[in-house]
């Protein structure tokens, strides 16, 4: 059965998440997660995207 279609439509929020492979962690400290919100601030200013909040697990990761 196939995927439905994602919303693009101007103004639509996007819920966005990947998860390690075997749900192993991605984050092991708190240097991976600095890092990663560092990664992820410095695309968002390239890109002139907002970002309304995210929540940072140790096995995965949610953006909003």
Do not use: V, Y
């Amino acid at each position: 059965m196939p995927r439905k279609s994602r919303i693009d439509a101007p103004g639509a929020f996007h819920h966005i998440t990947a998860r390690g492979i075997e749900r192993s962690d991605i984050f092991k400290d708190n240097t991976d997660r600095n890092n990663f919100l560092n990664r992820l601030g410095g695309i968002i200013k390239e890109t002139n995207t907002r970002c309304f909040g995210w929540a940072l697990i140790p096995n995965h990761f949610h953006l909003l």
